[in-house]
């Protein structure tokens, strides 16, 4: 299980983050979601141990982690821009990690990931040669082949679209419960961050505003916050919720 205990962050004294407590159990998807700017990307860097908190501990299975340099955490991010290596194919990205750590993943693990995320046909291409969402999956790929301890995602899904987003928001799914492993993403979606998660962390201007399953999102609002951010932007995607939920329970929402 992972804990955030009263994690704040600030920068240059600007208050970024402020009075962070959750929990995260073994195998959740949990979705960090809010409007730009509001400090989810600052959270993931926080769990990876990119940035340090300015003060709060974070806790991993009972041990404070708090202080404990990125690498040794044995967790593994997918960032925003995809930080992928512009002067390697796709295959040697994908294999990057690996080369030091060849026993993490067998060549056929390597394999079906290549098969699941759509990649074989663009091998042996270069980075540049990739649209956005070939991009997305590349860098989606080369993490999951290292079988991080948690899996962190920022904004996995926002450069892909129609099936692809489909097929790779099951896959995500499946891998983590598969594997049971603990799967924290960002998003700025409401409808990705109800369909994909077991819990939903919506943060307010680096508070937490609420934290709870999605059908509680739904059918109890914490606040105006939730009501507006969520509901706002679920209007543009009234269909898909519509399957997922039904619509007289939105309209109740909506009250
Ligand atoms: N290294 C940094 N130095 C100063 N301010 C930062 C830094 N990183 C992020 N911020 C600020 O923190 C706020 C939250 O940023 P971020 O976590 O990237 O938001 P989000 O991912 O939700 O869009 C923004 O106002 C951003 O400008
Ligand atoms: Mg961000």
């Known amino acids: 299980m992972l804990e955030l205990n ?15 407590s959750i929990q995260v159990e073994e195998g959740e998807i949990v979705s960090i979601l809010g409007p730009s700017g509001c400090g989810k990307t600052t959270l993931l860097n926080l769990i990876l141990g990119i940035t340090d908190a300015s003060s709060g501990q974070i806790f ?13 955490r044995g967790f593994n991010i997918v ?18 990690g690996l ?11 390597v394999e079906d990931l290549i098969d699941l995320l759509g990649l074989r046909e663009h091998l042996y291409k270069r980075i540049d040669q990739l649209s956005g969402g070939q991009k997305q999956r590349v860098a989606l790929a080369r993490t999951m082949v290292m079988k991080p301890k948690i899996l962190l995602l920022d904004e996995p899904l926002s450069a892909l679209d129609g099936v692809i987003k489909e097929s790779i928001k099951d896959r995500i799914k ?4 598969e594997f049971k492993l603990t799967t924290i993403i960002v998003t700025h979606d409401p409808e990705e961050a109800l ?61």
Do not use: W
């Open 99 to 109: 080369k030091n750590k060849p026993q993490i993943s067998s060549k056929q693990e």
């Open 195 to 255: 369909t994909l998660s077991d819990r939903v962390l919506i943060i307010e201007k680096g508070q937490i505003s609420q934290y709870a399953k999605p059908d509680e999102i739904i059918h109890t609002p914490k606040n105006n916050f939730v009501r507006k951010f969520i509901l706002n932007q679920l209007e543009i995607k009234r269909n898909n919720i519509y399957t997922l939920f039904g619509d007289r329970e939105l309209q109740a929402a909506a009250l």
């Open 174 to 177: 499946t891998i983590a419960k």
């Open 60 to 72: 991993y299975n009972g041990t404070d982690i708090t202080d404990l340099p990125m690498e040794k």
């Open 79 to 96: 960032f925003q821009d995809y930080a992928l290596f512009p002067n390697l194919n796709v295959y040697k990205n994908i294999t990057y």
């Open 6 to 20: 009263h994690v704040s962050k600030s920068y240059d004294g600007t208050p970024i983050l402020r009075d962070i």
